[in-house]
């Protein structure tokens, strides 16, 4: 079985499309369309990675991935951003900081080689 790996984002077009590549590359994948039960779905699900849009309906991804970060049950998940409004690729060494980030729109192998990386 392949490495597992979550995926948020509130655009079910990019849910799908991200979990078909993913799928079809070896990785065992769970989608979410919103932020309120990631931590239940990550005590669940056990992720080796989580992938998610920083601008989500209900909640901010950058403040999911901070929480995660500071869990000392979650701090070890890599998390990879993705957005088309902001850049972190200057913050990614701060303390809360994702290990990665993607801007929109994105590479399908850059995706792909980024989530590679990270599961390492």
Avoid: W
């Amino acid at each position: 079985m392949g490495k597992r790996i979550l995926i948020l984002d509130d655009d079910q077009d990019i849910l799908d499309v991200v979990s078909y590549l993913l799928t079809d590359s070896g990785f065992e994948v769970k989608s979410l369309s919103s932020g309120e039960q990631v931590k239940a779905v990550i005590s669940e699900f056990n992720p080796d990675l989580v992938l998610m849009d920083v601008m989500l309906a209900d909640m901010d991804g950058r403040v999911i991935c901070s929480k995660l970060k500071e869990d000392e049950n979650t701090h070890h998940i890599p998390v990879i951003l993705i957005s088309g409004t902001h850049n972190l690729s200057d913050s990614l060494n701060q303390k809360g900081a994702p290990n990665d980030f993607i801007p929109k729109p994105f590479d399908i192998d850059v995706l792909l080689n980024k989530v590679k990386d990270q599961l390492q």
